[in-house]
């Protein structure tokens, strides 16, 4: 599957650019913000506390009335596509399909030669490969994002409505505010606490064979000296975990923290060990206390890398019941006998977290939120393998 806007035929844009199709979009806007004031009212119905009765029935009616408006949208775009296609059909017009075209994704690669005044460019195309999963009020769209350079690329988009709840209040003016926020007004009568989400992704690679190891890398500066007179220097330390209490990491801006996962028993041509390099994005850690009952039943949040050795029946977490766990399910539980996991069969999981202080604009529906991490080759080829990419 190719990334970017979904395949039209020629007879859907004709459509749009006709009268018909312009009426039809305009309808469709009309519902559409029908939609988001019906949220709003039955939000507030549900969290107004200080409602009177009178007040409730007020908006159960203007909620059908809103509802009313919307099916007489539907009969009218309905017959507009039928009035569409009743024309056309009569004036015998082929429409035919469009080619389905790949989406050009920026810059693959560039460089211009200043003393050969050469250019050479590619352009990048990916293969996007993705699943939107509705959890309540949010939705999720896992994007597994393969590039031409041999990168793997996990994006995590996030959307969906806040869960806000009723409140007096109309504005913020004014008002004596608490320099501790556990929310903010985004609209009147309308508040959305602050919160977290996090994503656990189990990554059985495999690199080369079944057997692999993991190294965690560290950049420093490097120290003052013969080797680095002015200062500049860095370097970067390896340190292959041998079991899995080891392996239980979180991220480091300071020293660019990344982990290596390799085939130990392999080496390329330049005597590197075939690997893939997890590369952190943004990220978060837990603000749940670590005594919670919630914090207990995702213990997994606890850490930004786990390893373990493979085991079939380990696939989730927080464990296979998180709901009816009493606690401790899942990662927490797999690792307690510290198994070796250097050249082992072994699995890599990731944890990834993003704290939402909610605003405004992300009111009646939330653009997306993008989080994610990437899976780059590191000897796993001797040389960039996009170079025969057509201009």
Known sequence: ???????????????????????????????????FRIIEYQTMYRTYQSGSLEERIKLDGEIDRLRVRQREIERETSGLRQQYDK???????????????TLLKGILWKHFDSITTQ???????ELVIFFVATIGNYDYAINWIFHQDGVLEVDCALTGIMQAKGVKMTTVAGESEPDQHADHLIA???????HQHFFSFRLDLDIDGVKNSVAEINTR??????DNPNLTGMVTEEAVFHSEREAQRRINTESA???RLMNPALQNSLGQHPSYILVPGANAIPYIAPESQVRGRARFVDNHVWVTRYRASERYAAGDYPNQSTGGDGLPRWVA??????????????????????????????????????LIPAGFFTRNPSLNVPR
């Open 119 to 125: 250019n050479q460019t590619r352009r990048a195309r």
């Open 188 to 194: 009147e009568h309308l508040m959305a606490p602050h």
């Open 87 to 101: 024309r056309r059909s009569a004036e015998r017009c082929d429409l035919g399909t469009r080619e389905r075209q």
């Open 337 to 374: 006998n510290d198994e070796p996991i250097e050249n082992e069969d072994i699995v890599l999981w990731y944890t990834m977290g993003i704290t939402h202080i909610t605003r405004p604009e992300e009111w009646p529906v939330m653009a997306a939120s993008h989080i994610g991490f990437k």
């Open 257 to 259: 923290r990344a982990w």
């Open 221 to 226: 500066a490097a120290a003052p000296g013969p």
């Open 1 to 35: 599957m190719s990334s970017g806007e979904p395949q039209q035929t020629d007879s859907d844009e004709a459509f749009r650019n006709s009268p018909e199709g312009e009426e039809t979009s305009r309808l469709n806007d009309e519902w559409s913000a029908l939609s």
